[in-house]
């Protein structure tokens, strides 16, 4: 038997376990690739299919908890008195006159006992007749003392009152708005309105 003959044979035998040279296959199937399962013969298979173990992962420390941010709200500060107003307030509340240093919507006034006021601002939801109360205040003296609050006094040691006496319009005014390289002019009129308080009462009371 010639070897050519005997290399046809033993290829017929072998079943075909490649393919051949991609620049042979069509083009559809030169993408495709096959894998070769290597099995030992000395180790039977299995019936059932093989599961990989995972390793077990070890448990991971807990993260502490996120510090809690700050409100954004302002807390009022606690008033305390100390024992120097304890003892110097009877002094200021025996003296005939007394003024304060009041604050409304953040504008600070300094009135006495029957003082007319008139707010830069027409104040919303009050009639002529209605009676406020002032429990911002952060001066309040007399001649010879003079208590200062951080940044107000307790509202426990006064009591001011004011009275809503009616609101006050100022006269039109008509201001005329122009622009450069523009003959066109604007007139805006305007006409303000503030609303007139009456210091009504002003009161000292004991630290408590």
Known sequence: MSRSLLRSVLELRTPITRLPPTFLLP?????????????????????????????????????????????????APTPTTSASVAELFPLLRAQPSHYITVHIHGRPYLVTEGDRVRLPFLMHDVVPGDVLRLDRASTLGSRDYTLLGRPYIDAGLFECR???????????????????????????????????????????????
């Open 27 to 75: 083009i559809r199937a030169r993408g495709l690739t096959t894998t070769t399962q290597h099995i030992d013969p000395a180790t039977p298979p299995s019936a059932t299919p093989t599961q990989t173990t995972v390793p077990p992962i070890a448990p991971s420390k807990p993260s502490p908890p996120p510090p809690t941010p700050p409100s954004s709200q302002p807390q």
């Open 162 to 208: 004011a009275t809503v006496l009616g609101v006050e319009s100022e006269p039109m005014r008509v201001k005329v708005k122009t622009k450069r390289r523009n003959r066109r002019n604007r007139h805006v009129a305007s006409k303000h309105k503030y609303t007139i308080l009456r210091i009504s009462e002003l009161k000292l009371l004991g630290p408590s």
